[in-house]
């Protein structure tokens, strides 16, 4: 079946730093998106991936979690 047709739960494709194709599975995605509005929601955590990997990171999450539905 091709991606977007009503009643389908495609996975979720991501890259990952090599280039290599992720496929997320429903669990997977449930997953990644608490952890993003957990990350979206703590200051504390915000503070230390901006520290870990740059500012710019906290945006990435942000683009993610919108794709993936959030609110």
């Keep these: 079946m ?14 990952d730093k090599a280039g290599a194709l992720l496929m997320l599975n429903k669990e997977e995605r449930i997953l990644l998106k608490e952890f993003l509005l957990m990350v979206r929601n703590s200051g504390n955590v915000k503070t230390y991936i901006t520290k870990k990997l740059g500012a710019k990171y906290v945006q990435i999450g942000e683009e993610l979690l919108k794709s993936m539905g959030g609110p």
């Design 2 to 15: 091709a991606p977007g047709k009503s009643g389908e739960d495609p996975e979720l494709v991501l890259h």
